[in-house]
């Protein structure tokens, strides 16, 4: 079995990380089931009040007995309460890790150590890498331009990974963004990386929460089908994410300003859930469609990586997360032998 530093110091048996996808997409099935597979789930903060995400890290607690993680978003939309008091709920439950993201985590690394808990930080940079390395996170995440969802920095994983290694190792490092096979764990490794981050190879798996239209655009679009842009505002203006480049995005994109603008007059186009509650999604609202979005789902936010275009079967999530351990393994093994391709 390939292990790493990584699983050594998460207690993982694979270096596989199940990537925070809002509260929605990466719901407490799927985050269970990558955990229960040997890797780690993340689940995000995202949406819910304090009180509701001690719950559901609890939940989880049920759910699986391996280790997992919570992500708080730092500097990210605005929020009804501060994160500190996300941070504090994770410190009370004791949770194996913490993921930042969007932010600067120094204020919260001691707090969460003392209380026994890993902490990494997702960065795009190499500065970032070194502010959290100066924070003293356990692990840092390099994510490439080519990533899902919100995005970072501007340069593709395959300069990041190994920039970043040079710039903050010993400290491990674990790379994100256009992974969803073997041959992008290998790659990752050679790089320098001890793991690796899934985000929308994951949406195409049996547990996960998303809308079926979504899932099934997610297989049927190539790598060159989605976009970063600051079409999809939600209350976090100004923020670059990737999404796919459905007909409706295209018709917007010469105005991504308007739609991160978030003007109050925007039209209703559906419903959705977040935090556990039903509400009304204005035109541009960046909540991805989960399984119980109603409305114009067309028009909604699919953020996915170019590496949709290396996904073609929904699956359940522990076979996906065996696969690409099993041909990252035999890949390097075979490699290192031989020289060829597994
Ligand atoms: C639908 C979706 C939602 C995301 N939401 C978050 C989030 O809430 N917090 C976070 O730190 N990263 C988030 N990300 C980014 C992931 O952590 C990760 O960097 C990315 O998925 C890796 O690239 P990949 O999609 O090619 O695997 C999201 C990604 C996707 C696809």
């Known amino acids: 079995m390939l292990r790493t530093r990584l699983c050594e110091l998460l207690d993982i048996q694979a270096p596989v990380l199940g990537a925070p996808m809002g509260p929605e997409i990466m719901g407490l099935e799927l985050a269970a089931a990558v955990s229960n597979a040997g890797g780690l789930g993340i689940i995000s903060f995202g949406g819910y009040l304090p009180p509701d995400l001690k719950e559901r890290i609890r939940k989880l607690r049920t ?30 439950e004791r949770v194996p890790v913490l993921s930042f993201f969007w932010g600067d985590p120094t204020p919260y690394v001691e707090q969460a150590h003392s209380a026994g808990i890993k902490v990494c930080d997702q960065v795009g940079s190499v500065s970032a890498a070194k502010r959290a390395r100066s924070a003293g996170v356990d692990f840092i995440i390099a994510q490439g331009v080519e990533a899902g969802g919100h995005v970072a920095g501007a340069v593709g994983t395959m300069v990041l990974v190994p920039v970043i290694v040079d710039a ?14 073997g041959r992008g764990l290998a790659a990752a490794l050679a790089l320098g990386a001890e793991g690796v981050v899934l985000g929308t190879r994951l949406i195409a798996s049996t547990e996960c929460n998303a809308h079926d239209i979504y899932k099934q655009k997610i297989i049927a679009a190539t790598e060159e ?29 010469a105005e991504e300003k308007r739609g991160s603008e978030q003007r109050p007059d925007e039209p209703i186009v559906g419903e959705v859930t977040l935090g556990g509650m039903r509400m009304p999604l204005p035109r541009f609202g960046g909540i991805p469609p989960a399984r119980d979005a109603t409305g114009d789902i067309e028009s909604m936010d699919f953020l996915a990586g170019q590496s949709a275009g290396l996904v073609s079967e ?29």
């Open 314 to 342: 929904i699956k359940p999530a522990a076979e996906i997360i065996r696969e690409i351990v099993v041909q990252g393994e035999s890949i390097l093994t075979n490699r290192a032998a031989t020289g060829a391709v597994a």
């Open 225 to 253: 089908d989605t976009v970063r842009t600051t079409l999809f505002g939600n209350g976090w203006p100004n923020a670059y994410h990737r999404t796919l480049r459905t007909p409706f995005v295209n018709q917007w994109l």
């Open 168 to 181: 903050v190792g010993p400290i491990p490092v674990v790379a994100a963004g256009g992974i969803a096979d």
């Open 63 to 92: 759910m699986t007995s391996r280790p997992f993680g919570v992500n708080i978003l730092l500097e990210g939309p605005h929020l009804p309460v501060p994160e500190a008091a996300f941070v504090d709920v994770c410190i009370e």
